[in-house]
């Protein structure tokens, strides 16, 4: 984030998401309030349960309840206020020589995919990250809403199976293999064979196999299971008037703005061609 800090003049910068229980307090708000002093007025931050990022520890997310206690406490550090946490008063104490000075226009989003992600953000984030593929429609929630799309759009004549689509596609509907019954393949082959692959691995194991190349590439396991049909319900891959239509239906479901993550060999292609069918 520094480097892009650098590189950059207009770009906003941040990260989505921290976890409360991968690292602690200050290790995020210190690292935030030297990035807002790099970037000032271009910096955000998410704070989420950890859904991928404990699960890969073998471990639970994060009771919403402490979520919410760590964005009242991430937001109040950067500020240069002295809070109690874990039985003790910390503060970032900004040295005078350091260049640092306190930081209050740094907004805090939750992210959040349920009832009581979204209660906890109407009541204490600045908005909320959240993806179509678990939440109800229209989404529920007041204000700046961005939503996570991945995807790619097809060349003319294109086809959903074609090695280049797997390669930048694959990577974004990959994840809803192990959600099973509650992700956008619910019930379809594509997650019964996932799941009947998944059930050879040793329990132990699986919080692994399932996180290998998330969101980045396809493993040989997920490949057979990334067929046109799952390509297409869980990602936003179409011809550019497709992606097109597929923005404008999250716009009216209460999205403010959208985040797109591009995968595959040839990354500026994918912000091209991706900005190009948004009309950037």
Known sequence: MGRAADRTSRIRLGVCVVTPRLRHLVDNAGPGATLAALAPGRVEIGVGAGFTSAALLGRKGTPWREVEQYILA???L??????DWEGATITLTHPRHSGLAPVTDVPTLAAAHGPKGFATATRVADGIVTNPGHSSEPIPFEGRCIVTTYGTVLEAGEELDSDRVVEAAGPGAAPALPLGEFGPLAGTDEVRGYQSWL???????????????????VTEQERPFLTPNAIEAATNTGTPEQVRQRLELLR????????????GPDIPRELRAFAAAAGL
């Not at 950067?78 to 809070?83: C, H, L, N, V």
């Not at 692994?208 to 980045?216: A, G, M, P, V």
């Not at 009216?252 to 995968?263: F, L």
Request: glycine share 8%; proline share 10%; hydrophobic share 30%.
């Open 74 to 76: 991430r937001r109040a």
């Open 78 to 83: 950067p500020a240069g206020e002295e809070i």
């Open 252 to 263: 009216q479901s209460g999205a403010t703005s959208v985040v797109y993550q591009p995968a």
């Open 199 to 217: 059930a050879t691995v040793p329990p132990e194991r699986r919080h692994i196999e399932t996180h290998r190349e998330l969101l980045i590439g």
